[in-house]
């Protein structure tokens, strides 16, 4: 039950709220002053306070002002004659939480104290949620002493502090989503949103919706107004993953963002200010987009102020072995095991492969190795079928280049051997590459590719 320190001036008042909230199951406190308050509100670290307006020395007002505000400030209830309401009132505009008249309610001054003590619980939560998100994204968590990835570390450790826009390159799995959030819950901005969205998994004719807005009427089926992603991260981080995959059009529109710090609806013609930091990720080459005249080059140089480039796991294969490390923990906790390890074979082994789909790849086979590992280290029974299963998956392999491939057509392979491995059938098909149907199918037809079979 919530802690409630209790200050007035007249022992009888403080004695009858004592004793109506201890029997509700409140633990009280209790202070003839605000001075003798304050030093019982820094020890104790009440979870709501309950304050006389008029007292001699300091008054309730200029004492709710001084309350410690950490970890949260406790919301405060006055409590007033009725001659002095527009000064409760006026306590309420300076910080209160709510005032009550006297001579007191029981049940008026119940539901007051439940409801300040709701708020209190919130607030605990919130900071709760806030350290573990700051734990689970803080910079020395991300695993890697691979000389790229420690220079990736230590660019995102000095754009942290600031609110530049970051531009993060690498392949797909390489964590980039990772990094932006860590960018965002090392910074100011961490108590307000972190919002992602894949640029390349909306359709073209919603992505403006979705990212700016719209008001009723605005297209079919718009019936009330709709807030956009911009607007839903005000104050906070904007992570825009693929944007190489924008249309020019919507590109034009972000960059007005960037410039102007404010959106339009759809079907509007107000502006809205917005204070947003933008993250972009992408894997594909943005230079070689804007030659082909499929990426605005002034968009790319406002968001390259700072640029962050993840290696993929086969240029950094040092770091496999705490990456192994930290997701057998991980997983360890997730599935209530006690694995102390891996076996130096099994490590070899994910040490040798060359794994494609990065990051995100290896911990999915360490995740099945945790969950179906009966050992007290993963061994290479544990993950060698998995590993044959991958391999296994040759046909969509393609030999690159020593001078690189472009990665669009990389790509149309990809999907065109999919689906010939599938017979033709798209969900088959996108099964294989591990991506959901609607993903594989908005790919391929954004690739102009052909297929008789969509089933």
Known sequence: MAVVLIVDDEENQRNIVKTILEDEGFETFTAPSAEEGLRIARKIKPDVVLTDLKMEGMDGIDFIEALPSEPFRPPAIVMTAFGTIS???????????????????????????RRAAEKAGLLKENLQLQKTLFEQFKIEGI?????????????????????????ILGESGTGKELVARAIHYNSTRRAKPFTAVNCAAIPDNLIESELFGYEPGAFTGAVSRGIGLFEASNGGTL?????????????????????????????????????????????????????NKAFREDLYYRL?????????????????????????????????????????????????YHWPGNIRQLESVIERAVLMCATPEIGLRDIKSELRYLEGRGVLDIDLPDEGINIEELEQELLKRAMQKANGVAAKAAKLLGMSYKTFWYRWEKLNLQSSKKE
């Not at 309610?105 to 007051?112: G, M, Q, S, W």
């Not at 190489?244 to 759809?266: A, F, H, M, N, W």
């Open 304 to 352: 390259k102020v700072v640029t962050i480039e993840l290696p993929p796991l086969r240029e950094r294969k040092e770091d496999i072995p705490e990456l192994v490390s930290f997701f057998i923990q991980k997983y360890n906790r997730e599935f209530g095991k006690r694995l102390k390890g891996i076996e130096e074979g099994a490590l070899k082994a994910l040490r040798d």
């Open 239 to 291: 992570f825009l993953d693929e944007i190489g995959d924008l249309p020019l059009l919507t590109q034009s529109k972000i960059l007005r963002v960037l410039q102007d710090k404010e959106i339009r609806r759809l079907g509007s013609r107000e502006s809205v200010r917005v204070d947003v930091r933008i993250i972009a990720a992408t894997n594909k080459d943005l230079e070689k987009q804007i030659a």
């Open 143 to 167: 695993v890697g002493r691979s000389k790229k990835m420690v220079e990736a570390i230590e660019i995102l450790k000095k754009v942290s502090s600031s609110h530049v826009t970051v531009l």
């Open 87 to 113: 000064s409760a009132v006026d306590a309420i505009k300076k910080g209160a939480f709510d005032y009550l008249t006297k001579p007191l309610d029981e049940d008026v001054l119940l539901i007051t104290v």
